[in-house]
């Protein structure tokens, strides 16, 4: 009777206890799937058009510029910068600053640029080069065809130490290379540009 | 006159225009995001979650019986790996675990004080050389593809043919940290903690490749 008595009494609590098991493990199990299948229920339009919208206004000239120092033509540096905003869009990748986000775009649209240069898939107009020569600006023809005629590997670190104005340091992360190799390839091509243009004009 | 300040008057001139703005909001509005990501979604059938579940227990239950006698083995833990990678003393026993000949390389840039060698699922085997400041890792594992595991982007790379085999050679500051060929059969990589000039990588490729 005793023994009767201690099972139903401990029956209830046993049964409650394997319902709370059942629970927590159903929601380890489902949370996730839950979650994400709202995510992509609630995928707003809004947000990625948004998103799309803030960084073309802060970032778009920045990241269309260096795509063209690569690719020298406006076409293919558009569609870096569309593509760039693509993989930033469908990676949605976690970066705490706006420095971070920035440097984070200029590295893949630098990836990408490098990747159409190695499949030589560009095309062969430049309508900057067009633009200042019916501008009748030649000083800044001259100075953007020296330029251009760099090497890959110089002409990338020159554009973001003086264009974007950024450290070696930070040129490296960027570009996924060591401190030294940035510094080196900077010397080299201030060398080069000094060579062509013959001291007419200098990097401050 | 700076040149800087030119460039930069130069760079100026390139902006997103208005129309390019539009063109590229209208296409990346017309492409699909959510496809993208409901296909990592795939639905989790019922049967399975709870499948899963029952999983679970059964190698928590099977862990737990068998797990002491594991311990307890008689078996040379050290040499004895998890998940197929094993470890073992010597080249001829890493040739032996899996399979094919191990070859190690010779004419190595510093002197090594230890080596480790490791086989990864008898398909890949590994030699790491370390002196304490420098290492040089030596892979070789079945098919063409790369082995090395070094997903770096070096600003440098040669080609050369070693006993008419191609070597490709990657570094930076015009030498060289790493070295992938394939013989068609297998795929090989030395990959080395400090630049070397295609010279000496020739003298180590060599005592490797017949």
Redesign the interface.
């Known amino acids: 009777m005793e023994y009767c008595l201690a099972t139903e009494r401990c029956l209830p609590s046993f049964v409650y206890i394997l319902k709370k098991l059942f629970y927590f493990?159903s929601g380890i199990?489902?949370e996730n799937?839950c979650s994400?299948?709202d995510?992509?229920k609630t995928?707003d339009?809004e947000r990625?058009?948004y998103q799309?919208?803030r960084m073309?206004s802060e970032y778009?000239?920045a990241v269309?510029?260096l795509a063209?120092?690569y690719l020298h033509n406006?076409a293919d540096?558009?569609e870096i910068?569309?593509d760039t905003?693509?993989q930033f869009?469908?990676t949605t990748p976690t970066l705490n600053t706006k420095e971070h986000e920035k440097a984070w775009l200029l590295h893949v649209a630098s990836?990408l640029s490098k990747n159409r240069i190695k499949y030589n898939a560009i095309r062969q107009t430049d309508e900057?080069m067009d633009?200042?020569v019916a501008e009748n600006?030649d000083?800044?023809?001259f100075?953007?065809e020296t330029?251009k005629a760099l090497p890959d590997?110089y002409r990338e670190v020159?554009h973001l130490f003086?264009?974007e104005g950024y450290p070696t340091a930070q040129i490296a992360q960027i570009l996924?290379?060591?401190e030294?190799?940035v510094r080196?390839?900077l010397f080299r091509g201030r060398e080069k540009?000094k060579t062509v243009?013959k001291e007419?004009?200098?990097?401050? | 006159m700076t040149l800087n300040s030119k460039y930069n008057e130069a760079m100026e001139h390139i902006e997103v225009t208005p129309e390019m703005r539009n063109r590229i909001l209208e296409n990346i509005g017309n492409m699909d995001f959510a496809e993208k990501e409901q296909a990592k979604n795939v639905p989790f059938p019922n049967i399975k979650r709870f499948a899963t579940l029952a999983a679970c227990f059964a190698v928590m239950f099977v862990g737990a019986l068998t797990l002491p006698d594991l311990l307890n083995s008689s078996h040379d833990l050290s040499t004895i790996g998890n998940n197929g990678i094993v470890e073992v003393s010597s080249v001829e026993a890493l040739s032996e675990t899996v399979d094919f000949e191990v070859v190690e390389p010779g004419n190595l840039p510093f002197k090594p004080e230890n080596v480790v060698y490791t086989s990864y699922w008898a398909e890949m085997a590994e030699i790491v050389y370390t002196n304490g400041e420098q290492t040089a890792v030596f892979r070789k594992g079945i098919g063409s593809d790369d082995v090395s595991g070094d997903y770096n982007s070096y600003e440098l790379t040669g080609k050369i043919s070693v006993n008419n085999i191609n070597v490709t050679l990657k570094g930076n500051d015009e030498a060289y940290t790493l070295a992938i060929w394939t013989d068609g059969a297998f795929a090989y990589s030395l990959a080395l903690s400090e630049e070397i000039d295609e010279t000496a990588w020739i003298k180590i490729l060599q005592t490797m490749i017949d």
Do not use: P
């Open positions: 493990l199990l489902f799937v994400q299948t995510l992509s995928n339009r990625i058009n799309a919208e073309l778009g000239n269309l510029r063209y120092s406006t540096a558009e910068l569309q905003l693509v869009l469908r990836n900057l633009e200042l600006r000083d800044l023809s100075v953007w330029v590997k020159v003086y264009h996924e290379m060591k030294a190799t080196s390839n540009l243009l007419v004009y200098d990097f401050e």
